[in-house]
């Protein structure tokens, strides 16, 4: 339709403008319909290329060492400010230490038992825990709490970790998914995403989560190596960390720190595939044989997170510790 001026624009005005660089010339169809329609695809075609090559920079969703970005709106920063995307989204390779830390050893399902019959709350698997993770001291990746079910019952020592759950409420409300669970049964949690949002610490019933509200003050050693999730250090303010089941050792063949300092064997360690699990004193157990010999439980289980941790219950509890050497 011409407009007021009597002038008729031309038919898809911005690739003609494009192709012949003047916006009050109307093509010719007998001269200029080949060029308008070679120079039309070869526009098309570049725009194409220029989309696939952008979506391929911003995010490599196959790739799984690529930190995807997130469909749209604002971020969170850890600092608790709104930001917009531009700001926040960047290409973050993730560190892999060995086999690839968001996708865990395959073939593997890890799972723990602890004995509370043999726990007598020495704690010396929260001082090897602390010690390999260089947990701050007023900091516990793995608690020796105090238990007592009535007050006409005898209390008892309660390990408690991270118990890894197959059905975790804390990687569902992460908004960047910076916790996440592996295909072997670990749960962790990846600095080089964490903005901070502390959803993760609310949502687990189990208080395992502990947050950096100030710079860590790390030792040489953990500034030292460079940083995974499999590790957990060295440690940056504003994210949250808890106990990872040290799957760094467990590549290795190795019991966690916890279970191997244990003087009391009370941690059974092991793969639920092969169904077996051991403990600091070489006892290695039929896992499905003990869970049902000994009545295993886990914790909370009515919740329906299916921790990876089960225990069984305090009954002829193994006192006094081997350290006390003493003989009935």
């Known amino acids: 339709m011409p407009r007021p001026d009597g002038h008729t624009p031309p038919p898809f005005p911005t690739i003609w403008l494009a192709i012949t660089g003047d916006p009050t010339r109307t093509p010719d169809p007998s001269s200029d319909r080949r060029a308008f329609i070679r120079k039309s695809l070869s526009l098309l075609g570049a725009a194409a290329g220029t989309a696939a090559v952008t979506r391929g920079i911003s995010a490599d969703e196959s790739d799984p060492k690529v930190a995807p970005a997130p469909a749209t709106g604002p971020a969170l920063t850890c600092d608790h400010k709104l930001v917009g995307q531009a700001e926040a989204v960047r290409r973050v390779p993730l560190p892999v230490a060995g086999s690839n830390p968001r996708e865990g050893i395959p073939g593997r399902k890890f799972v723990m038992v602890i004995d509370l019959a043999k726990c ?42 991270c118990f890894h759950c197959d059905n975790p409420p804390c990687t569902k409300v992460c908004p960047v998914d910076a916790t996440f669970k592996r295909q072997d049964g670990i749960v962790l949690i990846d600095n080089d995403r964490c903005i901070g949002c502390r959803f993760c610490m609310a949502a687990c019933p189990y208080g395992a989560r502990s947050f950096n509200w100030a710079r860590p003050d790390e030792p040489p050693e953990a500034n030292a190596s460079p940083y995974s999730p499999e590790t957990g250090f060295p ?53 499905s044989k003990l869970l049902l010999d000994r009545s295993a439980y886990r914790q909370m289980e009515e919740l329906g997170t299916k921790p990876r941790v089960y225990y069984l219950p305090p009954t002829n509890r193994q006192f006094p510790a081997p350290a006390s050497d003493k003989k009935g």
Not at 138 to 159: C, G, H, N, T
Not at 271 to 278: C, K, L, M, Q
């Open 120 to 161: 007598d709350g020495c704690g010396k698997c929260t001082v090897a825990c602390s010690k390999m993770h260089f947990v701050p001291p007023q900091r516990q990746w793995i608690k020796v709490l105090r238990m007592q079910d009535s007050e006409r019952v005898a209390p008892y020592f309660f390990p408690q970790p």
């Open 235 to 287: 440690r940056r303010i504003g994210t949250v960390e808890k106990c990872d089941f040290c799957p760094d050792m467990a590549a290795e063949g190795k019991l966690p720190a916890c279970a191997g300092a244990c003087p009391m064997g009370v941690i059974y360690y092991g793969d639920e595939n092969e169904d077996a699990v051991t403990n600091s004193a070489g006892d290695t157990q039929r896992l």
